[in-house]
């Protein structure tokens, strides 16, 4: 993610002591103008294969996964104070999804559900927050910030998604993913979705 030109680095897989790759918390920020890297709070949970997205002073952590479990709890980091909370957590379980803000609201498309790859798409409203009485690793107080927008015509993981001109553009990823096999087929197609009339075209 990239703030008031700093370049924040989060999460992801790191090398543990058994010689195995593990989900990492890690936060770490990079000043171009210094050429330096400053550690930072830590997310409060583990995370690989999760989406990030940038909106006011805070830089938002949705769902994701360690070695072991899929997870759909979301966090964002204040920038300004250099600390985690939990929010609103994302309706499912899921990782190699993308995010990216648009109108100062972040949507999430597609990824790896427990079932399939995923059509979905979801845009987190922070406007809608209240007060969150309950914060856990995994499970929190719903104030119905998410909300269900018309799905991908394809069901895609690990694609990139930018806004501009007022809308958004998902680019490539994986469509298929053969469970047993570990295989998978890529996804050539370019969606472009106009939040105006809740539609995606190819």
Not at 151 to 172: E, P, Q, T
Request: hydrophobic share 30%.
């Amino acid at each position: 993610a990239i703030v008031n030109n700093f370049v924040f680095l989060l999460g992801g897989e790191e090398l543990g002591p058994d010689g195995e790759f593990h989900a990492s918390s890690k936060v770490f920020r990079y000043d171009p103008r210094q050429n330096s890297w400053l550690r930072m709070a830590d997310m409060s949970v583990p995370r690989s294969e999760f989406a990030v997205g940038v909106t006011g002073k805070f830089i938002y952590a949705v769902a994701g996964r360690t070695r072991d479990e899929t997870f759909y709890s979301t966090e964002r980091y204040d920038i300004t104070n250099d600390k985690w909370e939990f929010v609103d957590p994302y309706p499912v379980n899921k990782y190699g999804h993308e995010g990216t803000v648009l109108n100062n609201k972040l949507f999430i498309t597609g990824g790896i559900t427990s079932s399939s790859t995923s059509k979905q798409v979801c845009v987190f409203d922070p406007s809608k927050e209240g007060t969150i009485e309950q914060r856990t690793r995994r499970t929190q107080v719903v104030t119905n910030c998410w909300e269900n927008k018309s799905k991908m015509n394809y069901a895609r993981c690990f694609h990139k998604m930018i806004s501009d001109n007022g809308k958004l553009y998902v680019f490539g990823g994986v469509c298929v993913i053969l469970r047993a096999s570990f295989e998978s087929q890529g996804c050539p197609s370019t969606e472009v979705y106009n939040p105006e009339t809740d539609q995606w075209t190819i």
